[in-house]
């Protein structure tokens, strides 16, 4: 009997290490022989233009518009490092040795994984057929069944139309970055990086910093009625297009002339409405969503939390992580899952609560299980598998996000939050008040998931009823400065980037319009902020660090200004795109086609228009420290200036101060919020002192050491203990104070104790005299002139 052979090959060893266990457990139930191979992740990368062409090297107009197939198609390159070219080459060597059968394609199943393997099987050249193992779960039953259920990755059109889909995304970003960063670079004469996604998502940080800049806060009010019945309305607009908004007064004398139209000591109710609100437990994690979330609770940006969720995925306790899809399957095994979270102490008792009952209705329902969205997205939402989790050996920050999604999923089979919300309008000589009321009747999920639940009790009315006027009251409504984004937050931006759309008119296609993919937003942050140094992050008051644009950035985008390639419009729409080729329903030829062409136009438009060519200073040193200026500190010849001074930026710092040399490191330092210590020098004096900038007034000054209370009686007055300073006791009570640095030494606590109490310190102390020279002395306290002495005798 002749036995075929297959050759498989994962991504990862973790991935292989799994499958092949499952195998050799049923080895018995399959027909042919495997051996097992990874490939590390990304083993090849497309060559760049330079290394297609020698005359690429050289960055000039005549060189673009560029596309490989002007010479001999698109060629990858395995990535430049000896362990990628190693496994590549042992890959390479298994394929041509005549072995195997057919190849068993075991990439992550979606879209980068499908192409990952596939590249390099295609550079390697073979005519051996390849099936495609189907499955990102870590559980036997669902790796067995996908190894005994692979398709032709040939010939099966959803496996082909995902292939070209991932490989028309490659190319497309490919040809935007390589060209448009080149002409941009000439244009601006200086280094640019422009890309599909990134560009647009520094577009929207920019746009947001000049808000912050441009901010002036406006003051309106709202008119409240406040009753003895011990609540309060809020006027309402009677309006029929800004029907139930409130009003807003511009002013307090506006308020107060309408005011005058009101009866000031009653009003008669018009409706009471009443119902009670179900409010199920929120759907599940997908990695974009966890990420959000993760960064508002614990300050992890997006690419910390998918490494974190890749390791727990490794370790076989949670689902495939870079998921963009919130259903469960409807045959999932939820008693198994239900029990592996149990383990987790902090969700035992939620765990005890869920019944056969509970387990059913979530079945049920749509907004969790969904067979056809799961099998359209190929993964199901961030859950756990039902493998028990070893929480002795998971870090702290694997816990944490664990229990994250283990709580989510739990949520989904508790009781809905209950609320009764009361709505009460009130009319006042024909204008009407709301008075919106809210009592909790069942906190359901969130005793899960704490949500902070406040009631809000309005007295129990009716329609017809008057209510008493007790007063009325200007709310002030001001507005406030818009915030910069943290890392989360704009992975929920690129996730629904909608509201940024110049062309309002988009239709249907907001609700599909993305910002790069669910696996891909985390790494294109992480490259603006380490590698293009396009933005940076700064800490906050919160957790989570914020996004700051720096000023290379801002010059790039005033600059390319509106154009298309800043747009969230051009990004998004070929994505969708992108998403029609995967489903079969777009040709990626025409797409391709179609794109180059377009990015021809823009290449055009850059080298024709005027923009001015980027500022450089090699002597900037940091970001302005004055809040709100997207400028730079540069060093000039007496001091350090802001680069927007001719915007009327006032920063300017001295390099020297009290004899101190201030360097470019230390105005660095204390330009991020931190402090020096400098020996300062004035007249005979001199002494160490700590340094900081002062953001009000824009200046370096001295950090005051906070007052060191002591056990100390105030020799004078009695009444109070002394408190120290780096030079004197002093009471806070009067007007007593001793000096206790002498001849640069400082007397402790204790010293001085035993001076006031016996007028004599025993022990000789080591000083140093106004000319430098050392000396040693007895001190003893006089009196009667309230000094400390020397005592020579």
Not at 5 to 11: F, G, P
Not at 211 to 235: A, C, H, M, W
């Amino acid at each position: 009997m002749i036995v075929l052979r297959a050759l498989l090959l994962a991504e990862k060893k973790s991935e292989r290490d799994a499958i092949q266990k499952v195998y050799n457990d049923h080895r018995n139930e399959f027909d042919y022989d495997i051996t097992f191979m990874e490939q590390y992740g990304h083993l090849l990368t497309l060559k760049l233009p330079s290394e297609i062409d020698e005359e690429q090297k050289q960055w000039k107009w005549e060189n673009l518009p560029f596309h490989p197939s002007q010479y001999e198609g698109w060629e990858y390159k395995v990535i430049g490092n000896e362990r990628a070219r190693k496994i590549f080459s042992s890959i390479k060597e298994e394929i041509r040795s005549g072995k195997y059968d057919f190849i068993i394609h075991a990439g992550d199943s979606d879209q980068e994984g499908e192409l990952l393997i596939n590249i390099v099987i295609n550079k390697i050249g073979t005519n051996l057929p390849v099936f495609r193992f189907w499955t990102n779960s870590q559980v036997e039953e669902d790796i067995l069944k996908a190894l005994k259920n692979m398709e032709n990755d040939r010939t099966t059109k959803r496996l082909v139309d995902l292939y070209c889909a991932a490989q028309t995304r490659q190319h497309i970003d490919y040809l935007i970055g390589m060209n448009l960063s080149e002409a941009s670079s000439l244009k601006m004469m200086g280094r640019v990086s422009v890309g599909r996604v990134k560009t647009p998502v520094c577009k929207i940080v920019y746009q947001r910093e000049k808000e912050i800049q441009n901010f002036k806060p406006s003051t309106s009010y709202e008119l409240e009625s406040i009753y003895d019945e011990r609540f309060k309305g809020v006027l309402i607009s009677e309006d029929s297009e800004e029907t139930n908004k409130h009003v807003r007064f511009k002013d307090m004398q506006e308020l107060g002339e309408f005011i005058k139209k009101l009866d000031d000591e009653k009003a008669r109710v018009k409706t009471v409405e009443k119902k009670n609100i179900k409010q199920n437990a929120p759907e599940l994690y997908t990695l974009s969503s966890l990420q959000i979330e993760a960064s508002q609770k614990y300050g992890y940006d997006g690419d910390r939390v998918l490494n974190i969720v890749q390791s727990l995925y490794e370790k076989k306790i949670c689902s495939y992580p870079r998921t963009s899809c919130c259903y469960l399957g409807s045959n999932m095994d939820f008693y198994g899952m239900i029990k592996a979270t149990s383990y987790i102490d902090a969700l035992q008792p939620f765990v005890k609560k869920i019944t056969d009952t509970d387990i059913d209705m979530v079945k049920k329902n749509k907004k969790y299980i969904n067979d056809k969205a799961m099998e359209k997205e190929g993964h199901y939402a961030l859950s756990p598998t039902g493998e028990i989790p070893n929480l002795d050996s998971l870090s702290k920050e694997e816990v944490e996000i664990l229990t994250m999604i283990y709580s989510r999923f739990l949520a989904i089979f508790l009781p809905p939050l209950v609320h009764e919300k009361t709505q009460i309008i009130t009319e006042n000589n024909g204008f009407e008040f709301r008075s919106s009321g809210k009592i909790l009747l069942d906190k359901g999920y969130t005793e899960l998931l704490v949500k902070k639940e406040e009631d809000v009790i309005l007295p129990d009315v009716k329609e017809g009823d008057i209510v008493h006027v007790k007063g009325f009251h200007g709310a002030e409504k001001t507005t406030v400065c818009p915030k910069r984004y943290t890392n989360g937050e704009l992975l929920a931006v690129m996730e629904k980037p909608a509201k940024f759309l110049y062309d309002k008119s988009f239709g249907s296609l907001k609700d599909d319009l993305r910002l790069g993919t669910v696996a891909t937003r985390a790494g294109i942050l992480k490259q603006l902020i380490e590698k293009d140094k396009y933005l940076e992050e700064k800490k906050g008051k919160g957790k989570a660090a914020l996004i700051h644009p720096t000023p290379m950035l801002m010059q790039i985008m005033e600059r390319l200004e509106d154009r298309d390639i800043c747009r969230v419009d051009m990004s998004g729409a070929l994505e969708v795109n992108l998403g029609k080729i995967r489903t079969g329903e777009m040709n990626y030829k025409t797409f391709e086609a179609e794109t180059w062409l377009y990015i021809q136009s823009m290449i055009e438009d850059i080298k024709t228009s005027k923009i001015k060519p980027l500022q450089r200073a090699s002597n900037i040193v940091c970001d302005c420290p004055k809040p709100g200026c997207s400028g730079s500190l540069v060093e000039g010849k007496k001091g350090y200036f802001c680069s927007e001074w001719k915007n009327g930026c006032q920063s300017r710092l001295f390099k020297e101060i009290l004899g101190a040399k201030i360097t470019p490191a230390d105005i660095k330092k204390m330009a991020e919020g931190g402090t020096i210590k400098k020996k300062l020098k004035k007249g005979d004096k001199s002494w160490e002192q700590e340094l900081f900038i002062n953001e009000d007034n824009l200046s370096i000054e001295f950090k005051k050491k906070e007052n060191q209370s002591t056990n100390l009686d105030c020799p004078k007055c009695h009444n109070a203990k002394l408190f120290m300073t780096d030079w004197v006791c002093k009471c806070p009570s009067c007007d007593f104070q001793v000096f206790r640095k002498i001849c640069g030494t400082t007397l402790s606590e204790n010293v001085i104790q035993e001076l006031f109490e016996k007028g004599f310190y025993k022990k000789e102390l080591s000083f140093i005299s106004k000319k430098g020279n050392k000396f040693k002395a007895k001190l003893i306290y006089n009196p009667n002139q309230n000094k400390i002495e020397f005592d020579f005798d």
